[in-house]
């Protein structure tokens, strides 16, 4: 048993395994790396972003970041460009890492991703509806969840704000998966970020689905846009009321270096939840569900 720095067992469900690739293509693409890095410093707790030096080994970074605070797995978001490293990081260090692959429908080959993210043993996919043209129920999406749910595979989405200054948040409310998760009902969906300024949304969903979940992943900087004031410990009550601790997963959206593994967003929830039991979190198993295994639960994932 691996014991965090917290003093439970840990599973980040919500990161991204960024390299020297990922910043290259994105440059290559037309993106402007001081337009990003000012995005950054005003609207995240990274300061500045470091570019990833070419020569990095990101599969051994993260690993002694991962045995430096004692987590036991954590899942990384994948895109094309790092897919090979990410799986010759995966055999280097089995059992410590799950994968979810980036898909967007509207390309000729998503359905072949989701089956090569399946051959290749992820755990799931990731869909990022705010950077498309459509709904997630639009027809073009329902054969990415027909085959996810072929293989079993979470579709996890980010709907809400993002850095990404692209976005287009006319098709980022979470309510949109409600008709696929009727339809696909042995599905299970999780919702990023608790879905990242539409969190009264996300906990209407609680209500009317099944197989729809929450991540608490990253700083929640969309508190900031509430028209109302919220702590991370209010989040949580909210969240443990409407959908319970088995709808609740645990992620810290960790991704560049030198920042690493955020080990102040699982201290700070993890705190949280403290704070808030036994009113609303009625054992420690309750605190297990949400840090651990409830996202082994959702993957069938079994760490080292």
Same mark, same amino acid.
């Given at each position: 048993?691996?014991?965090?720095?917290?003093?439970?067992?840990?599973?980040?469900?919500?990161? &991204?395994?960024?390299?020297?690739?990922?910043?290259?293509?994105?440059? !290559?693409?037309?993106?402007?790396?001081?337009?990003?890095?000012?995005?950054?410093?005003?609207?995240?707790?990274?300061?500045?972003?470091?570019? #990833?030096?070419?020569?990095?080994?990101?599969?051994?970074?993260?690993? !002694?970041?991962?045995?430096?605070?004692?987590?036991?797995?954590?899942?990384?978001?994948?895109?094309?460009?790092?897919?090979?490293?990410?799986?010759?990081?995966?055999? $280097?260090? #089995? +059992? $410590?890492?799950?994968?979810?692959?980036?898909?967007? #429908?509207?390309?000729?080959?998503?359905?072949?991703?989701?089956?090569?993210?399946?051959?290749?043993?992820?755990?799931?996919?990731?869909?990022?509806?705010?950077?498309?043209?459509? &709904?997630?129920? !639009?027809?073009?999406?329902?054969?990415?969840?027909? /085959?996810?749910?072929? &293989?079993?595979?979470?579709?996890? &989405?980010?709907?809400?704000?993002?850095?990404?200054?692209? =976005?287009?948040?006319?098709?980022?409310?979470?309510?949109?998966?409600?008709?696929?998760?009727?339809?696909?009902?042995?599905?299970?969906?999780?919702? =990023?970020?608790? +879905?990242?300024?539409?969190?009264?949304?996300?906990?209407? @969903?609680?209500?009317?689905?099944?197989?729809?979940?929450? !991540?608490?992943?990253?700083?929640?900087?969309?508190?900031?846009?509430?028209?109302?004031?919220?702590?991370?410990?209010?989040?949580?009550?909210? =969240?443990?009321?409407?959908?319970?601790?088995?709808?609740?997963?645990?992620?810290?959206?960790?991704?560049?270096?030198? $920042?690493?593994?955020?080990?102040?967003?699982?201290?700070?929830?993890?705190?949280?939840?403290?704070?808030?039991?036994?009113?609303?979190?009625?054992? /420690?198993?309750?605190?297990?569900?949400?840090?651990?295994?409830?996202? @082994?639960?959702?993957? +069938?994932?079994?760490?080292?």
């Amino acid at each position: 048993m691996v014991v965090s720095k917290v003093g439970i067992e840990v599973v980040d469900s919500h990161a &991204h395994f960024f390299t020297y690739a990922t910043i290259k293509r994105w440059l !290559d693409s037309g993106g402007s790396l001081e337009r990003i890095q000012k995005r950054v410093g005003n609207l995240t707790d990274m300061g500045t972003l470091t570019v #990833p030096d070419e020569t990095w080994d990101a599969g051994q970074m993260w690993i !002694d970041e991962l045995d430096k605070y004692g987590i036991s797995a954590i899942g990384m978001m994948i895109s094309p460009e790092v897919w090979d490293e990410f799986n010759e990081t995966r055999k $280097r260090f #089995p +059992g $410590r890492f799950l994968g979810y692959a980036n898909i967007n #429908p509207a390309e000729e080959n998503a359905i072949d991703m989701v089956k090569r993210a399946a051959k290749d043993g992820f755990q799931g996919i990731k869909l990022y509806p705010s950077s498309w043209d459509f &709904h997630v129920y !639009d027809e073009r999406v329902y054969p990415i969840y027909e /085959e996810a749910l072929k &293989h079993k595979l979470l579709a996890i &989405h980010h709907f809400g704000i993002t850095i990404g200054a692209t =976005a287009n948040l006319r098709y980022g409310n979470p309510l949109d998966i409600q008709k696929p998760a009727q339809d696909f009902p042995d599905l299970n969906f999780m919702i =990023a970020h608790f +879905g990242a300024g539409f969190f009264r949304e996300v906990l209407m @969903l609680m209500y009317q689905t099944d197989n729809v979940v929450m !991540d608490t992943s990253g700083s929640n900087s969309w508190m900031k846009y509430q028209p109302f004031d919220l702590t991370i410990p209010k989040i949580f009550e909210k =969240a443990l009321r409407a959908g319970s601790a088995e709808r609740i997963v645990f992620g810290t959206d960790s991704s560049f270096f030198p $920042r690493g593994f955020r080990f102040n967003i699982l201290e700070e929830q993890y705190n949280a939840v403290k704070s808030i039991c036994p009113q609303f979190c009625y054992s /420690e198993e309750d605190v297990d569900l949400i840090f651990r295994k409830n996202i @082994l639960r959702l993957t +069938g994932f079994k760490p080292k």
